[in-house]
């Protein structure tokens, strides 16, 4: 059974920081892998989809891998902003299901401090 | 401007009373499908359309009802909620069925029940 672990599940840097967030799937066989950010009590919204086939994505400050071998994944954010602070979901759909579904991580709640 | 809608925003209602929450989108998908998001079960999926008149259950199907009449809408019916049903839905579309595609989501809908 495909399961999505996100670490850490808090994170707190000061503005200007680069950093990473981690999401880790047990199953490699996926059709791809995207990343949302959630703000508090509002809709996802779609950061980068990562194709099976890809290695990463890039979107402004933003850059996701993708090792499908290893089941990781992760979210470089450059130059933190407090406009950044949020909760990151990254999400796999896996191939070996009887029918199509998309399984969530946990979450990585981010708080940039000015 | 391409997008997810989702009505009402907020509800609060009573044991057995029945509700239906509506799902729109405008982008011409065929896929659409109904999260609700719990504080430590993450998303799960209740339940999903391939495409007009086509439906199924996901994760947690029980205590709702879909209907997939036209393409753009996919309303979420709860005949006789009950208090463990309170929590944040939202609605998701995407292109197609194939997993390639990036999926969109509404800006969610918080239920209580009391």
């Known amino acids: 059974k495909q399961e999505v672990t996100q670490i850490p599940a808090a994170l707190s840097v000061p503005e200007g920081e680069n950093l990473v967030l981690n999401c880790s799937f047990t199953d490699s066989a996926i059709y791809n892998l995207q990343w949302f950010r959630q703000d508090p009590g509002k809709g996802l919204t779609s950061l980068l989809l990562i194709q099976s086939s890809q290695r990463e994505q890039t979107s402004g400050r933003l850059n996701a891998s993708l090792d499908k071998s290893s089941g990781r994944s992760t979210l470089y954010i450059a130059a933190s902003q407090p406009g950044d602070s949020a909760t990151y979901l990254c999400a796999v759909s896996p191939l070996k299901t009887s029918y199509d579904k998309v399984i969530f991580g946990p979450g990585t709640s981010l708080s940039v401090i000015p | 401007e391409a997008q997810v809608t989702q009505n009402p925003r907020y509800l609060i209602t009573v044991t057995g009373k029945k509700l239906t929450v509506t799902c729109s989108q405008n982008m011409n998908h065929e896929y659409m499908s109904w999260y609700r998001q719990d504080p430590g079960l993450g998303l799960r999926q209740i339940y999903y359309s391939m495409n007009v008149e086509v439906t199924d259950k996901g994760d947690v199907p029980e205590g709702y009802k879909v209907s997939r009449k036209e393409k753009r809408n996919f309303p979420l019916i709860l005949e006789s909620p009950s208090p463990n049903q309170t929590s944040l839905y939202f609605c998701?579309?995407?292109?197609?069925?194939?997993?390639?595609?990036?999926?969109?989501f509404g800006p969610g809908t918080r239920l209580t029940v009391l």
């Open positions: 998701a579309s995407r292109r197609d069925w194939s997993s390639y595609n990036e999926q969109f």
